[in-house]
Antibody, heavy 122, light 109 residues
Framework: QVQLVESGGGLVRPGGSLRLSCAASGFPFSINYMTWIRQAPGKGLEWLSSISSSGSTMYYADSVKGRFTISRDNSKNSVFLQMDSLRAEDTAVYYC???????????????WGQGSPVTVSS | SYVLTQPPSESVAPGETASISCGGDNIERRTVSWYQQKPGQAPVLVIY???DRPSGISERFSGSKSGNTATLTISRVEAGDEADYFC????????????FGGGTKLTVL
């Protein structure tokens, strides 16, 4: 079955960096878009970034554009989120998710990882 | 950017029907998905394509939309349905391509 397992979260100081990883299994990873979504404590869900199957196209929310970088390694069935210049407001649980239908009006998220908590604090 | 508005909370007695709304401009022209999230867990898809249920989701869950409102309906509510529920659409003109509602906390009395 489909499994998405995030890792790399933790405590980091403001201005610092962290790299999240998501290991995927149970589906043809190399032909699927992948996405990162986060949830601040007690808040709703926020889409952050998506990457095309080949890794040639990336999309970012304005809130993280220029600070976060999404990438993937299809040989390792993994997607990554490099987070730089972290701020207190980036504190959240970060989920890796596989969109069905890649992107567009009929896309949605059937598969989610368990989440990786990130705390930005001095 | 496109905004989805949900009531922060809804309460329902066991066995009754819960209706959770999701408001958005001309939402009837968009495809809506719904997610259930219990404390400490990842979201779970309960409705996609406005009203379709993934395998394993109870038929008590249904979705509809009209005008500027989409609705998730849960019939014969059970204690295990107590959770946060989020609606979601795609919006290519937004700074967030996938837009989520703020979520509704469903309390089973």
């Amino acid at each position: 079955q489909v499994q998405l397992v995030e890792s790399g979260g933790g405590l980091v100081r403001p201005g610092g960096s962290l790299r999240l990883s998501c290991a995927a299994s149970g589906f043809p990873f190399s032909i699927n878009y992948m996405t990162w979504i986060r949830q601040a404590p007690g808040k709703g869900l926020e889409w952050l970034s998506s990457i095309s199957s080949s890794g040639s196209t990336m999309y970012y929310a304005d809130s993280v554009k220029g600070r976060f970088t999404i990438s993937r390694d299809n040989s390792k069935n993994s997607v990554f989120l490099q987070m730089d210049s972290l701020r207190a407001e980036d504190t959240a649980v970060y989920y890796c998710a596989r969109p069905i239908n890649d992107y567009g009006d009929r896309s949605y998220f059937h598969f989610w990882g368990q989440g990786s908590p990130v705390t930005v604090s001095s | 950017s496109y905004v989805l508005t949900q009531p922060p909370s809804e309460s329902v007695a066991p066995g009754e029907t819960a209706s959770i709304s999701c408001g958005g401009d001309n939402i009837e022209r968009r495809t809506v998905s719904w997610y259930q999230q219990k404390p400490g867990q990842a979201p779970v898809l309960v409705i996609y394509y406005d009203g379709d249920r993934p395998s394993g989701i109870s038929e008590r869950f249904s979705g509809s939309k009209s005008g500027n409102t989409a609705t998730l309906t849960i019939s014969r509510v059970e204690a295990g349905d107590e959770a946060d529920y989020f609606c979601q659409v795609w919006d290519s003109s937004s700074d967030h391509l996938w837009v989520f509602g703020g979520g509704t906390k469903l309390t089973v009395l």
